[in-house]
């Protein structure tokens, strides 16, 4: 086990782990462990490689500010939390700003800003047990972490105005119904599940999955006449490429053997993809 309280590990596949390694804190953020955090992520923006997985060690995947660091200190109280979610939030926008995709295995429980973090990914990948909860109200806090601005989007105004005020707790499956999470998977399963998933987009079509988050993102706030016009723009460049020209080469292949895709192509042949 690494004594740093996050660590990079970089994969032959193409995968680069964020990994929160300090499970006898349940990967909780103080000063230190926020600002490793901080740093780890812009080590990952650095070089990315082909997707990014965020996962944890131990029971719980991150319970969110720690406590005990925040207690006691006084006048400094405020200087401290300031200076801890200013470090979290550095990460927390390194992450989300990365061009390839980015895949969270969330186990046990994320509280606080831990939310921030799972959520953060593109895909979430919960265990069913997985316990979801805000909890900082029942603190007397306000969230951080970019929950405030990720729950709405996800779940929608209604149901994140409830998870914020009552800080009720979501499982995994209650995660995954309401759109919190992509899917649900059982506990044992999750971390072969986000690393299988992660892998599987590392060997994807690279530039492809970079432009494709790239519209999902652009998308939430353009008008859709700039929108189609960028699309247009990033298909039709991608087309000449040629990592894509391989690709349909590679898919059309064994339709032309067969005799299939002779330039006959129907609204229903799979040869469209547009």
């Given at each position: 086990?690494?004594?740093?309280?996050?660590?990079?590990?970089?994969?032959?596949?193409?995968?680069?782990?964020?990994?929160?390694?300090?499970?006898?804190?349940?990967?909780?953020?103080?000063?230190?462990?926020?600002?490793?955090?901080?740093?780890?992520?812009?080590?990952?923006?650095?070089?990315?490689?082909?997707?990014?997985?965020?996962?944890?060690?131990?029971?719980?995947?991150?319970?969110?500010?720690?406590?005990?660091?925040?207690?006691g200190?006084?006048?400094?109280?405020?200087?401290?939390?300031?200076?801890?979610?200013?470090?979290?939030?550095?990460?927390?926008?390194?992450?989300?700003?990365?061009?390839?995709?980015?895949?969270?295995?969330?186990?046990?429980?994320?509280?606080?800003?831990g939310i921030?973090?799972?959520?953060?990914?593109?895909?979430?990948?919960?265990?069913?047990?997985?316990?979801?909860?805000?909890a900082?109200?029942?603190?007397?806090?306000?969230?951080?972490?970019?929950a405030?601005?990720?729950?709405?989007?996800?779940?929608?105004?209604?149901?994140a105005?409830?998870?914020?005020?009552?800080?009720?707790?979501?499982?995994g499956?209650?995660?995954?119904?309401?759109?919190l999470?992509?899917?649900?998977?059982?506990?044992?399963?999750?971390?072969?599940a986000?690393?299988?998933?992660?892998a599987?987009?590392?060997?994807?079509?690279?530039?492809?999955?970079?432009?494709?988050k790239?519209l999902?993102?652009?998308?939430?706030?353009?008008?859709?006449s700039?929108?189609?016009?960028?699309?247009?723009?990033?298909?039709?460049?991608?087309?000449?490429?040629?990592?894509?020209?391989?690709?349909?080469?590679?898919?059309?292949?064994?339709?032309?053997?067969?005799?299939v895709?002779?330039?006959?192509?129907?609204?229903?042949?799979?040869?469209?993809?547009?």
């Amino acid at each position: 086990m690494s004594t740093q309280p996050v660590r990079v590990v970089r994969h032959p596949d193409g995968v680069v782990e964020l990994r929160l390694e300090d499970p006898g804190r349940s990967n909780a953020l103080d000063l230190p462990t926020a600002e490793a955090l901080r740093d780890a992520t812009a080590e990952v923006a650095a070089d990315p490689g082909g997707a990014v997985l965020l996962r944890a060690a131990g029971a719980n995947f991150c319970v969110g500010g720690d406590l005990r660091a925040f207690a006691g200190r006084g006048a400094e109280t405020s200087a401290y939390v300031h200076a801890v979610a200013t470090a979290a939030h550095a990460a927390v926008l390194a992450l989300y700003g990365l061009p390839v995709p980015v895949v969270t295995a969330v186990r046990g429980a994320a509280a606080g800003g831990g939310i921030g973090l799972a959520l953060v990914g593109d895909i979430v990948l919960a265990a069913r047990s997985a316990r979801f909860r805000l909890a900082y109200t029942a603190m007397g806090l306000t969230p951080d972490c970019g929950a405030t601005w990720l729950l709405p989007r996800l779940v929608g105004p209604r149901l994140a105005t409830d998870l914020v005020l009552t800080n009720r707790v979501l499982t995994g499956g209650d995660a995954e119904r309401f759109g919190l999470v992509s899917r649900a998977v059982e506990d044992d399963e999750v971390d072969e599940a986000a690393y299988r998933t992660a892998a599987e987009l590392a060997d994807g079509a690279g530039e492809a999955l970079c432009a494709a988050k790239h519209l999902l993102r652009d998308g939430a706030g353009a008008g859709l006449s700039r929108h189609l016009a960028e699309e247009a723009r990033l298909i039709a460049g991608l087309a000449g490429s040629g990592e894509a020209q391989a690709r349909m080469a590679s898919f059309l292949a064994p339709r032309v053997r067969a005799g299939v895709g002779d330039g006959a192509s129907t609204p229903s042949s799979p040869e469209s993809v547009s």
